[in-house]
């Protein structure tokens, strides 16, 4: 029983940096920012600290991109 709730939460992969669970969005920024082809994902903390960009940005990113219709931010 637990461990098929468990199955059923890990859907969605872990940051490989930190193991935190990531949101749809991440997995998207991630494609965006190394590639689309990437199979290994980073929570924004961890894309913002490897681009050396601030999270903030990176959020205002998604947005825009979400705004351009961009299809990995359905
Ligand atoms: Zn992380």
Known sequence: ???EMNQAGSLL???TVCGRPLI????????????RGAR???CLTCLSRRFDVP???????????REMGCTLFL
């Open 1 to 3: 029983m637990d461990k």
């Open 13 to 15: 992969p872990a940051c």
């Open 24 to 35: 749809p969005d991440e997995i998207a920024m991630t494609r965006k920012m190394i590639n």
């Open 40 to 42: 290994q994902f980073l």
């Open 55 to 65: 999270e903030d940005v990176l959020r205002e990113k998604i947005e825009e991109f």
